[in-house]
């Protein structure tokens, strides 16, 4: 498997447009997570799906941001307008379904840096 | 809701162990504690897991103390390659409350 996919791996826009960030999960995997890394704020959970139904939103940020999953093998992030302190690195990650105990091991893409100028 | 906090940085040479702690005082009883190592420009990646006592796998091993307040990541005789970032994680898949580190920058010296 090719891992976690993400596209684009590099994104400038200007402020007030709108930014839609991929991911393609493992094949297999029932949960996906999107992420976002600032060197202020870390690596902070933004939303979580699980069989593609979306389980906590509450780490997004704002109205702004909006995050789906149509089907088990495709999400996006969308930011919508885009605003300067919006730039950041953004991951995809997915796992297998919780088997009940432990913490499943998340496997990350390689990430989207956003730059909003 | 548990915090988790661990050293900024620290620094080792080549085939030294280094241990790098995390604390985590209010840790509920389902969660677990994950460390994930990053280098510049990838994703975080799984090293290893526990619950309690000692877990160890073919790259490390995770101390975890009967309190489970506190764990600590052992990297035996460390290489240059294993300069990178190492972030712990709290948590459980039960609710996905997932904590994670700040991060330790771990520089490893020739």
């Given at each position: 498997d090719a891992g976690v996919i993400q596209s684009p791996r590099h994104e400038v826009t200007e402020m007030g447009q709108e930014v839609t960030l991929r991911c393609k999960p493992i094949s297999g995997h029932n949960s996906l997570f999107w992420y976002r890394q600032t060197m202020m704020r870390g690596l902070e959970l933004l939303i979580y799906f699980n069989n593609n139904v979306p389980?906590?939103?509450?780490?997004?940020?704002?109205?702004?941001f909006s995050a789906k999953m149509p089907n088990a093998s495709f999400s996006t992030l969308k930011i919508?307008?885009?605003?300067?302190?919006?730039s950041a690195v953004y991951f995809c990650a997915s796992s297998l379904?919780?088997?009940?105990?432990g913490m499943n091991i998340q496997y990350f893409g390689a990430g989207t840096r956003l730059s909003v100028l | 809701l548990a915090k988790t906090t661990q050293p900024i940085s620290m620094d080792s040479y080549e085939g030294q162990e280094v241990n790098i702690t995390c604390s985590h005082n209010?840790?509920?009883?389902?969660d677990y504690i994950t460390w994930y190592q990053q280098f510049p420009s990838q994703g975080p990646r799984f090293i290893i897991q526990g619950y309690k006592t000692k877990v160890t796998n073919e790259v490390a091993s995770l101390f975890i103390p009967a309190d489970r307040k506190s764990s600590t990541l052992s990297l035996p005789?460390?290489?240059?390659?294993?300069?990178a970032v190492y972030y712990c994680l709290v948590g459980s898949?039960?609710?996905?409350q997932l904590i994670w580190g700040a991060g330790t920058k771990l520089i490893i010296k020739p």
């Open positions: 389980i906590d939103d509450s780490g997004m940020p704002e109205d702004r919508q307008p885009s605003e300067p302190r919006d379904a919780w088997a009940g105990q | 209010n840790i509920a009883t389902n005789r460390v290489s240059l390659s294993d300069t898949g039960s609710n996905y």
